[in-house]
């Protein structure tokens, strides 16, 4: 948004992308959308012993609570697994240009609110949300990795004879997340071969494998931190 303006970016961490709070590879800690369920105190601890909080968090968790929480994400995954089955029949003889520009303008939609919180921060000459998006919304999406990521991921799932399935959603938010800033991701073949396919791996200089022990053996006695 800034560039498009002529404005340099914000500065930020050289790092800034990774986080040692857990709950941060879902929802960052900055987002109004927390609506204060997280204290400072809370965050503050979080963060000073971040494996502590982790450990606790995945072997302490009610397993009511643990159940309750897979459920919603099943019962969210299908609500929009029917949304994406609806799209493919009705854009089955769209071409692909048309069917990239129909889901950025839906990337768009969907996060209005999470993008109309940028435009506030970004300290633009205007926070008139229209004017913004007028002028961003398509450099909005061809600019920012991870909408990029899902729009190209999902344009070569779609374009595929087999349903959309509830794990196709988990693999998606993790190639999401980590193709544009890991070296080397680890990942099954489904999503491996789609990212190919989608040029991804050469677009953000990321080495895509399915094999890990194949990847240490070329490496010998090399350290390599591996995102999968």
């Keep these: 948004?800034?560039?498009?303006?002529?404005?340099?970016?914000?500065?930020?961490?050289?790092?800034?992308?990774?986080?040692?709070?857990?709950?941060?590879?879902t929802v960052e800690w900055e987002d109004d959308r927390l609506g204060g369920i997280?204290?400072?105190?809370?965050?503050?601890?979080?963060?000073?012993?971040?494996?502590?909080?982790?450990?606790?968090?995945?072997?302490?968790?009610?397993?009511?609570v643990r159940a309750a929480a897979v459920k919603r994400f099943s019962e969210d995954s299908e609500k929009l697994r029917k949304r994406v089955e609806a799209r493919r029949t009705?854009?089955?003889?769209?071409?692909?240009?048309?069917?990239?520009?129909?889901?950025?303008?839906n990337l768009v939609v969907d996060d209005l609110k999470l993008i109309s919180g940028f435009i506030s921060r970004a300290g633009l000459p205007t926070t008139n949300e229209n004017e913004v998006l007028r002028k961003c919304a398509r450099k909005l999406i061809a600019e920012s990795p991870s909408y990029l990521i899902e729009r190209e991921l999902t344009l070569k799932l779609e374009a595929q004879s087999r349903e959309i399935e509830?794990?196709?959603?988990?693999?998606m938010q993790?190639?999401?997340?980590?193709?544009?800033?890991?070296d080397i991701v680890v990942a099954e073949n489904h999503f491996s071969n789609l990212a190919q396919q989608a040029g991804l791996d050469?677009?953000?200089?990321?080495?895509?494998?399915?094999?890990?022990?194949?990847?240490?053996?070329?490496?010998?006695?090399?350290?390599?931190?591996?995102?999968?």
């Design 38 to 64: 997280v204290s400072p105190r809370v965050f503050e601890a979080i963060q000073k012993t971040p494996p502590h909080f982790l450990y606790d968090y995945l072997m302490n968790t009610p397993e009511a």
């Design 174 to 182: 993790a190639f999401c997340a980590v193709i544009a800033y890991a």
């Design 202 to 228: 050469k677009m953000f200089k990321t080495r895509i494998t399915t094999r890990l022990a194949a990847l240490l053996g070329e490496l010998g006695s090399s350290t390599v931190e591996v995102s999968s």
């Design 90 to 105: 009705r854009d089955a003889d769209v071409s692909l240009s048309m069917r990239r520009r129909i889901y950025s303008a």
């Design 166 to 171: 509830e794990n196709d959603f988990r693999d």
């Design 1 to 25: 948004m800034r560039r498009a303006y002529g404005l340099d970016p914000l500065p930020r961490a050289s790092n800034w992308f990774l986080s040692n709070v857990f709950f941060e590879a």
